[in-house]
């Protein structure tokens, strides 16, 4: 009797939960008794041919791992049983474990995916190294019932500042859907790279693309390596990029800069800025270029052919349009901005700025599509189904969603990965600032400026790697994790389970699963409080 009441105590503790060392937290956890282990008998089984790319997957992940020939078949009673539950939501699993079954189910293949994520954590971790795991694959019993909190769990990579070969946007986006994340943000176009083939535009690519070369060390340093640096996308690999993605349910979001952070594109186009006459070049250092592109007819009818071939190469309702950071000087120069504010009847070029806003958006609204940006657009008025990517604090995202736009909150303080997470003395270069794990977990989407059904407008949350000084896949994943895990939990689990303590303890009992993936995570937060 004693015994029991000790079983019963232990499964009704956090200390069970804990245990399956999962991220992000399931909405409910419920431990039960025992075991089932993968035997020569094992078969998975689909209800619904919508669930036959997970049940495969899971059989490849099985196969490599143990030396029993698993199949993965259409059936409605196998031991691993993936069937289909249509009171659930686009999003939500239950997944149960017993003894004898695993049994999954989902309303959409996206459910059954994330369920498959999850029955993996529990996995021993060697199951992600793809290698034939020493003795039995057992999973301990247990009842979880899931959905997310938020329908947008995002990342974005700036392959502007560096282009990232093919493969490693792979791996970003592999790693990503592991932790159940469900938006790629594509930051395709800079002031120091164009990375994205436009056939209308062949400049972009043979000019924009290729810089002379990138600087070393911090901005103050001044310090350049002498080497060009280019790289850009055709939109073959584009395409394939997004496919690749979708089998992983996860949606990309390009992002075209506009009317800032357009060195590059001027450095082939000069007519579209200031001066045709100017010799612009593709920027070599880093920070925000005053080159900006000008509101001339020219320019908006290049811009819709652009975002035309973008939006053929995208199936994502939003595009993204940058409008942050677009220096006014030029403009306030120009006779012809000047002739354009009196002419149009604006009070200053900050509302010129919106006047080339809404005229993007209007083009974006026209095609089907949602036209996303930086909080800087709000400034001027926006189709109603426009959504605001809130990067300047939260001010932004709070006034976007009092206006009843969609927001994603993406706060620099808390979301911005090309910051340090430790003493910069013992860690590679970063921009600055100080972001260690436990401050990115500490962020609450649901912020008190905002009523209940405001707050409705928040639909998720962002952070975003930009890589001035991350060069490469390696650094980018040692910066992204564990930060996008703490990302990853807020935008998944109920807010009354957030619990910085609980998290790091699973957090460090997935450690493991995470050297079997070999992703090149920071430590630093195990030495941190
Ligand atoms: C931004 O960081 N300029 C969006």
């Given at each position: 009797m004693k015994h029991l009441i000790l079983l019963v105590f232990v499964s009704f503790t956090g200390f069970a939960q804990n245990a399956y060392n999962l991220i992000p937290l399931p909405k409910e956890v419920i431990p039960t008794q025992g075991h089932f282990v993968v035997k020569k008998s094992t078969s998975i089984g689909f209800s619904n041919a919508e669930f036959a790319p997970v049940a495969n997957l899971l059989q490849e992940y099985l196969h490599r791992a143990s030396t029993f020939p698993i199949s993965a078949k259409a059936s409605k009673s196998s031991s691993i049983q993936f069937s289909q539950n249509s009171s659930l939501g686009e999003e939500a699993y239950t997944l149960q474990i017993s003894s004898k079954k695993i049994d999954i189910q989902a309303k959409t293949g996206k459910g059954a995916f994330y369920a498959l994520q999850t029955l993996l954590q529990l996995m021993p971790a060697q199951i992600y190294a793809g290698t034939p795991i020493a003795g039995n694959i057992s999973i301990s019993n247990v009842l979880i019932k899931d959905e997310p909190r938020f329908s947008y769990r995002g990342l974005m990579l700036d392959v502007g500042r560096y282009y990232y070969p093919?493969?490693?946007?792979?791996?970003?986006?592999d790693l990503m859907a592991i932790y159940k994340m469900n938006t790629f943000h594509w930051h395709l176009t800079e002031d120091q790279g164009w990375r994205i083939e436009i056939k209308k535009y062949p400049l972009l690519t043979s000019i924009s693309s290729v810089r002379k070369e990138s600087m070393l060390g911090h901005y103050k340093d001044q310090q350049f390596d002498g080497k060009p640096h280019g790289g850009?996308?055709?939109?073959?690999?584009?395409?394939?990029?997004?496919?690749?993605?979708?089998?992983?349910?996860?949606?990309?979001?390009p992002e075209i800069e506009m009317p800032g952070h357009s060195q590059a594109v001027l450095a082939a186009y000069p007519q579209l800025g200031a001066n045709s006459d100017k010799l612009y070049k593709v920027k070599t250092k880093w920070g925000v270029s005053e080159d900006v592109l000008f509101p001339r007819e020219e320019t908006f009818s290049f811009l819709e052919d652009v975002l035309t071939e973008v939006m053929t190469l995208f199936p994502s309702q939003y595009i993204h349009i940058g409008g942050d950071e677009c220096p006014k000087t030029q403009w306030k120069e120009s006779k012809f901005c000047q002739d354009l504010i009196k002419k149009l009847g604006l009070k200053d070029e900050h509302e010129l700025q919106s006047y080339f806003i809404r005229r993007i958006d209007k083009f974006v609204t026209s095609k089907g599509k949602k036209l996303l940006g930086w909080d800087e657009i709000l400034e001027g008025g926006l189709s109603p189904n426009a959504m605001v990517m809130s990067w300047r604090g939260t001010k932004g995202g709070v006034e976007a969603a009092k206006q009843n736009h969609d927001v994603v909150m993406s706060p620099n303080s808390y979301f911005y990965l090309d910051y340090y997470q430790a003493d910069p003395k013992t860690?590679?270069?970063?921009i600055g600032g100080n972001l260690p794990l436990s401050k990115c977990y500490s962020f609450e989407p649901n912020l008190p400026e905002l009523t209940a059904e405001e707050a409705k407008h928040v639909v998720g949350i962002?952070?975003?790697?930009?890589?001035?000084?991350i060069?490469?896949?390696?650094?980018?994943?040692?910066m992204t994790y564990p930060r996008a895990l703490a990302l990853s939990e807020i935008g998944w689990s109920?807010?009354?389970?957030k619990?910085?303590?609980?998290f790091k303890k699973r957090l460090t009992g997935h450690l493991p699963a995470m050297d079997a993936m070999k992703i090149n995570y920071s430590k630093a937060f195990l030495t941190q409080p």
């Open positions: 093919v493969e490693s946007v792979k791996r970003f986006i850009f996308y055709t939109q073959e690999e584009v395409k394939d990029i997004v496919a690749y993605a979708a089998k992983k349910y996860i949606d990309v979001i860690q590679p270069l970063a962002q952070a975003n790697v930009w890589t001035e000084y060069s490469n896949i390696n650094y980018a994943e040692y109920p807010k009354e389970s619990n910085y303590a609980d």
